[in-house]
């Protein structure tokens, strides 16, 4: 039966009067009689023979006009052969061997005329593969990558080496590449095998490699890519130094030697403060603990290459300070406090002060305490990212002294109010001499108060404020008129102002 495959598209050969067809490895083949030069219903006779070698001819089969079609082959075109509708040939499961010239002998009326074909068969490789592979590739040394076989193919394949998808091109330098082609006795098909050696540079770390090829009939083969380790002398080492920043006293402090071989160097020595230390099997030394006598160089290196070495300069930042005095301080209004901030510090520090949490412009000074001097301070050192806080309290003592006793005339012109301003810590006690309504106390603050009485006096008199605390008393006295009095002499006054005018009118 025919093929279901359409036949190749044919091409006229170059010799002339001979026709060439390509066929498929393992398909059927329709190999054209005449094209169809002489009418279907002149053609009395149409046979199909084939070129055995040497001149001899080899039978295939016969059709005569309104008869079937007489299979004559006997050796391998047996069950082979079959002739279509138009006369064609058809060859079921092609070969190579099938690679010869078939002739269709057609006899029309007296005339006799042969058309021979040329037959080619094609295959395209079974599959493209990457075998031997380099376990390992050192730079810089020819090495051998592996090789790719394109089997079972006709005609042999071409192989192309790639690297990153882009062709490798042999230079004799750094790639090398050698072909080998293979035919199969039985078969007649062909085996290509494509050795590639090549130099490598540490920029083919991670690249991919393939082989491909493209025959004359099928798609594009193209192996799956290939990764290869690439293994390279140490050439740069560089000292890490993995810690909290900053680095202070009492933290942990790893260091850590990268060298950039391939494979890596798994042990090396440490070099701490004049002492060498081996490590082996990692590639990290840590240092519990450190203290300003950490500071110093520090170097690592490979065993086998000691010359081949880092080094880092580490510091381990300190700031330590002490206020003096400090806790609580108790003075005597008057006397004189030396405050002493000493900086311990690995690096420049700010100071800064605040007085019950309100920051002051500089640090204090105490020539004479006084009252007002009451507090809690605290100073802030900093360094960086470091920061240290010491405080003191300071309380001023002292036996309360009346600033000013005084006295106002109240609203309604009938009472007055007595004002006491006194100073003294710890807090006074304020009292008078005469019962009045307490108008107000002031808050103590600073040593300060203020204490006010209002009082209606029915006559003349004096009063007195006293303040005390645990360390004295204080009194001061203050006259208050009447407010009748206090009238009377208003009055007076201004008579005196009349009587002075009268005269003065008199006079001119």
Same mark, same amino acid.
């Given at each position: 039966?025919?093929?279901?495959?359409?036949?190749?598209?044919? &091409?006229?050969?170059?010799?002339?009067?001979?026709?060439?067809?390509?066929?498929l490895h393992g398909e059927t083949l329709e190999i054209p009689c005449n094209n169809g030069a002489?009418?279907?219903?002149?053609?009395?006779?149409?046979?199909?023979?084939?070129?055995?070698?040497?001149?001899?001819?080899?039978?295939?089969?016969?059709?005569?006009?309104?008869?079937?079609?007489?299979?004559?082959?006997?050796?391998?075109?047996?069950?082979?052969? %079959?002739?279509?509708?138009?006369?064609?040939?058809?060859?079921?499961?092609?070969k190579l061997t099938d690679q010869r010239t078939f002739t269709c002998m057609v006899v029309a009326g007296a005339d006799i005329t042969e058309y021979p074909v040329n037959v080619v068969i094609y295959k395209a490789p079974s599959n493209l593969e990457i075998s031997d592979k380099a376990e390992e590739i050192e730079i810089g040394k020819r090495t051998k990558l592996g090789k790719c076989v394109a089997q079972d193919a006709n005609?042999?394949?071409?192989?192309?080496?790639?690297?990153?998808?882009?062709?490798?091109?042999?230079?004799?330098?750094?790639? &090398? !590449?050698?072909?080998?082609?293979?035919?199969?006795?039985?078969?007649?098909?062909?085996?290509?095998?494509?050795?590639?050696?090549?130099?490598?540079?540490?920029?083919?770390?991670?690249?991919?490699?393939?082989?491909?090829?493209?025959?004359?009939?099928?798609?594009?083969?193209?192996?799956?890519p290939v990764i290869f380790t690439i293994t390279y002398s140490t050439e740069n080492i560089v000292l890490q130094v993995i810690a909290q920043d900053p680095l202070v006293e009492g933290a942990n402090m790893t260091l850590k030697c990268v060298a950039d071989g391939n494979p890596a160097p798994t042990s090396f020595n440490f070099h701490i403060q004049g002492e060498v230390v081996k490590v082996e099997d990692t590639d990290s030394y840590t240092i519990t603990k450190v203290s300003r006598d950490t500071t110093g160089e520090y170097k690592c290196s490979l065993i086998d290459n000691p010359t081949m070495e880092a080094s880092k300069d580490i510091t381990v930042k300190y700031l330590d300070i002490n206020l003096n005095p400090s806790g609580n301080i108790v003075k005597s209004a008057g006397e004189t406090?030396? !405050?002493?901030?000493?900086?311990?510090?690995?690096?420049?520090?700010k100071v800064s002060w605040t007085k019950d949490n309100l920051k002051l412009d500089k640090e204090p000074k105490f020539t004479k305490v006084t009252y007002a001097d009451s507090g809690r301070y605290e100073c802030e050192v900093t360094m960086?990212?470091?920061s240290r806080k010491a405080s003191f309290e300071l309380v001023v003592e002292g036996a309360p002294v009346i600033r000013q006793l005084s006295k106002q005339r109240g609203e309604d012109g009938k009472h007055e109010v007595l004002i006491c301003e006194a100073e003294g810590s710890p807090k006074p006690s304020v009292s008078? %001499?005469?019962?009045?309504?307490?108008?107000?106390?002031?808050? &103590?603050?600073?040593?300060? !108060?203020?204490?006010?009485?209002?009082?209606?006096?029915?006559?003349?008199?004096?009063?007195s404020c006293t303040v005390s605390n645990d360390f004295g008393v204080d009194t001061k006295n203050i006259s208050v008129s009447s407010p009748k009095k206090i009238t009377l002499f208003w009055v007076h006054i201004y008579l005196f102002d009349m009587l002075l005018a009268e005269c003065n009118n008199q006079f001119t």
């Open positions: 039966a025919p093929s279901s495959h359409p036949p190749l598209k044919h &091409f006229v050969s170059m010799a002339i009067g001979l026709e060439t067809v390509i066929g002489i009418k279907a219903e002149d053609i009395l006779i149409t046979k199909w023979k084939y070129d055995k070698g040497e001149g001899l001819p080899g039978d295939l089969l016969v059709k005569q006009k309104n008869q079937n079609v007489s299979i004559s082959a006997t050796d391998e075109y047996k069950g082979r052969v %079959s002739m279509a509708a138009n006369s064609s040939l058809l060859l079921s499961e092609a005609p042999a394949a071409e192989i192309t080496w790639l690297k990153n998808n882009k062709p490798l091109v042999a230079d004799g330098k750094g790639i &090398f !590449i050698k072909a080998s082609v293979l035919v199969d006795p039985v078969t007649g098909l062909t085996t290509t095998t494509s050795e590639l050696e090549y130099s490598a540079e540490k920029e083919d770390m991670d690249a991919q490699f393939t082989c491909s090829t493209q025959h004359a009939v099928g798609a594009e083969l193209v192996s799956s406090l030396d !405050i002493t901030l000493q900086i311990d510090a690995s690096g420049e520090s960086g990212l470091l008078w %001499s005469i019962n009045g309504t307490s108008l107000d106390e002031s808050p &103590f603050v600073n040593g300060k !108060i203020t204490h006010k009485i209002a009082v209606v006096p029915t006559a003349n008199l004096t009063v």
